[in-house]
């Protein structure tokens, strides 16, 4: 089967560690987040995959190469101005060789999900559907596609990210289109799956299938999101083939080290050559390669960017840490503060909160 990967977001909201980095690339749990999902779609059947690029493309070639490291065919199609997340679809299946009947899985690039992709697959044939969608249940739908099913699976409305969500149950950005229902999205313009493609295919009465399933799911489109996103992989909550849990509650990657009285667990992952110092805490957080954390610190549910020096007995609490920052000791930084890259927070000790 083959599948279309949609990475030309610019994931704003988890500014600044998507400055350099578009954010299917950030490192989870030591490998590029969307290396979670290619590897899950590789062991579902999924042979040949078409990234859909716009955002910094050449990061992902870069990455991932002709796919070959992953046992995968990749192909990359860029768009020179985004296309939205239809307009991406239709643009990238130019490069799918597949005939016009047949499924195509189309993926979200920031999801963790441990759906069962074959299961999907096979709803989405027996239901004989133009496309069917993985719909997962969440407290709050307003950041979502609400998606209201009838009792035989068919989706009945699509309502994209509205104050009144019709229902809890939303669209998991995991699709399958028939071939030939990509062929009928408009090309050449920016067109949005959620606002235009879904609502227009309803009104069509083209059979559109719910696939539901309440398996382990989560949008890493903010830094607490990703930090919980990571944490989960860290602790095995979601089973990755890509990560080895020995129950530690700690992920070291390569040259990590990590003093003997240091407190470390959570689910933490500590970059390569990052180090922790003595009496230091890092509770369920992300060190990224080469961060120092030195001792005395105090850093929980924290994203500590690639260089950065977190000084002797600063306290960083939510929080976002840019490449290459030095935060001084004294400093706290609380409740959703993010640093830009390469700053330097001086020795008089602030006390900063977001909110
Ligand atoms: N190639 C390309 N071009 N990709 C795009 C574009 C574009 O113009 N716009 C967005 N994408 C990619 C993003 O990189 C991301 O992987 C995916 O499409 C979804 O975009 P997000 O920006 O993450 O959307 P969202 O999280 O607000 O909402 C979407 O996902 C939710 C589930 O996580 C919607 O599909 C919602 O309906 C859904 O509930
Ligand atoms: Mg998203």
Redesign the pocket.
């Known amino acids: 089967m083959e599948a279309i990967l949609?990475?030309?977001?610019q994931g704003t909201r988890l500014r600044p560690l998507t400055i350099s980095t578009p954010k299917?690339l950030l490192p989870t749990a030591g490998v590029p987040l969307l290396e979670h999902q290619l590897v899950r779609a590789r062991d579902a059947g999924v042979t040949r995959i078409v990234f859909?690029?716009?955002y910094r493309a050449e990061m992902f070639s870069e990455a991932f190469g002709d796919g070959g490291r992953l046992g995968l065919d990749i192909v990359y199609v860029t768009?020179d101005e985004?296309?939205?997340?239809a307009?991406?679809i239709r643009n990238a299946s130019t490069a799918l060789e597949c005939d016009a009947d047949s499924p195509v899985l189309v993926l979200?690039?920031?999801?963790l999900s441990g759906h069962d992709i074959p299961a999907q697959v096979a709803a989405h044939e027996k239901g004989e559907a133009a496309v069917t969608l993985h719909l997962t249940l969440v407290d709050d739908a307003r950041r979502?596609?609400s998606v209201p099913t009838s009792p035989d699976g068919r989706v009945m409305d699509f309502v994209?990210k509205s104050p009144n969500p019709p229902t809890n149950q939303?669209?998991?950005?995991c699709y399958v289109f028939r071939r030939s229902v990509i062929g009928s999205i408009p090309a050449g313009r920016v067109v949005s799956a959620?606002y235009e493609t879904f609502p227009q295919l309803l009104a069509a009465g083209e059979p559109v299938c719910g696939y539901v399933e309440a398996a382990y799911w989560l949008?890493v489109?903010t830094p607490a999101a990703f930090v919980r996103g990571v944490n989960d992989l860290v602790l095995g909550t979601l089973p990755s083939p890509v990560v080895e849990v020995d129950g530690s509650g700690v992920l070291l990657l390569e040259n990590a080290s990590v003093a003997s009285t240091a407190r470390v667990d959570g689910g933490t992952s500590v970059g390569a050559g990052a180090r922790i110092g003595a009496e230091a805490t890092v509770e369920s957080s992300v060190l990224f390669d080469d961060a120092v954390i030195e001792q005395d610190a105090r850093v929980v549910r924290s994203v500590v960017g690639r260089g950065a020096r977190i000084c002797s007995g600063a306290v960083l609490e939510d929080c976002v840490i840019g490449d290459g920052v030095t935060v001084r000791s004294g400093n706290q930084l609380l409740n959703g503060a993010r640093v830009w890259p390469n700053t330097e927070l001086p020795p008089t000790a602030i006390r900063f909160s977001a909110e």
Do not use: R
């Open positions: 949609l990475v030309g977001g299917p859909a690029t716009s768009e985004p296309l939205g997340t307009g991406a979200n690039g920031d999801i979502y596609g994209e939303v669209n998991a950005g959620e949008d489109g």
